[in-house]
């Protein structure tokens, strides 16, 4: 058994829809599980065409999701349980994993590697901070005779970031609501 939680804002879908009663499914169900996919999902938060559902192993992370709304009215916190076997049609998936697990090697792929940056090295901190993306817009110091520019961060780095900042979970598939245990006012 793991507890999983996911933060509901005010005025989104699952705010509006209680899934005590449907349970989670994702905002695209019928689209293929593809790397780009989680990478679209996770690292550049673009979930219209997703097949997954995200949820975090932090109950904090999921208070700050349900308070993202500008409202004076608090969103919910969703606990879920899932158990081995997962139900039918689901597969848990730890983005962090997934990415690994395709990433070539460095010596592969002249000139781009798919998972650092050219920043500074607090470039991360930026990442991982929400109020800190003037750590990401700064202009990098380079080779003289370049043109001025920010630094390079690849998707696979903000995946990478974000997925841990979040304690992010995947499940590619819908959540009944049974798995649904208790439903908390994120106060």
Known sequence: MAIFYKGIPVGTFWHLHDPASVGFTPRSPMAAHHLDRIINHVGRAQTVSSPYVSLTLSFSVAWIYANTALSATPGFIYEIELNDPLPL???????????????????????????????????????????????????????????????????????????????????????????????????
């Open 89 to 187: 049609g689901a597969t848990l998936l730890d983005p962090v994993k997934e990415l690994a697990a395709a990433v070539l090697s460095p010596l592969v792929l002249v000139g781009s590697n798919p998972y650092q940056h050219d920043g500074y090295p607090d470039l991360l901190v930026g990442l991982v901070g929400t109020r800190r993306s003037r750590l990401i817009h700064r202009v990098i110091k380079q080779p003289p005779g370049n043109p001025p520019r920010s630094a390079y961060i690849s998707p696979a780095l903000e995946t990478f970031v974000r997925a841990l900042r979040d304690a992010e979970m995947l499940v590619f598939g819908s959540i009944p609501a049974s798995c649904i245990k208790q439903k908390y006012v994120a106060s």
